[in-house]
């Protein structure tokens, strides 16, 4: 059996020629019943005839091309109007002559091509065609045949002015949907500097220190295996990005919050870097993107730290609201390598774009007698 359910799918899916064909095949049977003869169309005046042999082709012009009304617009409009000539002029005056109206509004639609050519022979053929019902005894005055030109005309607009409604909307749709490529490539930018940068900045640094561990074994075996698990964290963290990527994943793909923090010092402190961390308070329940904000700043300051205050004294101070998260992560400047956070400025720039979306405030700036804080105030109760 059918699943009615799926008819109007199916019908969707149909050829758009077999979709219109029906609206035709109606307009046929209407023309041929009795209690419609002559109470269709008129233009000129001329006496009702009856049906004859004609009729028959006359209607077939005027109805059956409108089964190809979107898909060839301008071959429907020429054999519908040519049908629609021979009618007035017969003066069957069949119900059919209502798809010259239809026709109009279709080309007006869906014509791409020579769309003011077709406008001005269309305009130009009306004029012998009133002309020819005049001389054949027509009655119609000149202004009946001037609103029926513009009655045609207004049918040719509303064709048009959805043809341009339909390109707008496009548009737009094409629009948003450079903007969405534009954003999902931005924040995947964001996730793989966030991530890659984090782990092999704290590998580099664990390396250059194996260097100079060869006469200590035991620390050296120590160090050289803290490479390993960065590395493997690394592969790990990559592995769920691409899940990110992926639309045929069907798991929620997970991300880091505020009580990762512990692991990310810890992993820093294995990497060299000696950090001192306290928090106050607890994440708050409905804290959303602001707890994956936050740790994204501790992050990106601590892979700065490492990078460019190697040895220093860091301090990382997160306190919990029931409103917001402020975090502080500070640098006192005396390792070894103590420079400006600055690099290429895409992390901490785009840690600004973070925190600004959720309405926040951050800033990263040089301390005074050397080293850089990194300051965050993230409001909280955003949905992730």
């Not at 045949?145 to 339909?166: D, E, K, M, N, P």
């Not at 590998?203 to 220190?209: G, L, N, P, S």
């Not at 990559?238 to 992926?246: A, I, K, M, S, T």
Request: with cysteine.
């Amino acid at each position: 059996m059918i699943d009615l359910r799926r008819v109007p799918d199916l019908w969707r899916r149909c050829d758009v020629t077999v979709r219109d064909l029906p609206f035709a095949l109606l307009l046929v049977v209407l023309s041929f019943l009795p209690s419609f003869h002559d109470h269709g169309t008129q233009v000129g005046g001329l006496p009702a005839r009856p049906f004859d042999a004609l009729a028959v082709v006359v209607v077939a012009l005027e109805c059956l091309p409108l089964a190809v009304r979107r898909r060839w617009p301008a071959a429907c409009l020429t054999l519908v109007s040519l049908g629609f000539a021979v009618d007035q002029i017969r003066a069957y005056h069949t119900v059919a002559g209502a798809g010259l109206a239809v026709a109009l509004l279709s080309a007006g639609a869906h014509l791409e091509r020579r769309r003011r050519v077709t406008a001005v022979l269309l305009s130009a053929a009306f004029l012998p065609l009133a002309v020819a019902l005049d001389r054949l005894g027509g009655t119609d005055a000149p202004t009946e045949y001037v609103t029926f030109y513009l009655l045609a005309a207004l049918a040719w607009g509303i064709g048009a002015w959805l043809r341009s409604t339909r390109a707008a909307e496009a548009e737009r749709r094409r629009h948003v949907a450079e903007a969405t490529r534009a954003a999902e490539r931005t924040r995947i930018a964001r996730e793989l500097h966030d991530v890659v940068t984090h782990h092999v900045t704290a590998m580099v640094v664990q390396a250059e220190a194996a260097r100079y561990l060869t006469a200590a074994p035991d620390r050296l075996d120590t160090t050289l295996s803290a490479v390993t698990d960065t590395g493997r964290r690394a592969i790990a963290d990559l592995r769920h990005l691409l899940d990110l990527l992926n639309p045929d994943h069907g798991t929620e793909v997970r991300t880091p919050s505020v009580g990762e923090l512990h692991t990310l010092v810890e992993q820093t402190r294995q990497a060299g870097q000696p950090v001192e961390f306290a928090e106050e308070g607890s994440p708050a329940e409905s804290a959303g993107s602001a707890e994956f904000v936050a740790y994204r700043v501790v992050q990106e300051a601590l892979t700065n730290a490492l990078k460019y205050a190697h040895g220093s004294r860091t301090v990382v101070h997160v306190r919990y609201r029931e409103k917001e998260i402020t975090v502080e992560v500070g640098t006192d400047g005396s390792g070894s390598r103590t420079a400006s956070p600055a690099g290429s400025g895409r992390g901490l720039a785009g840690l600004r774009e973070r925190v600004d979306a959720l309405g926040g405030e951050f800033s990263a700036d040089r301390r005074a007698g050397g080293g850089f804080v990194v300051r965050a105030r993230i409001p909280a109760g955003s949905p992730s």
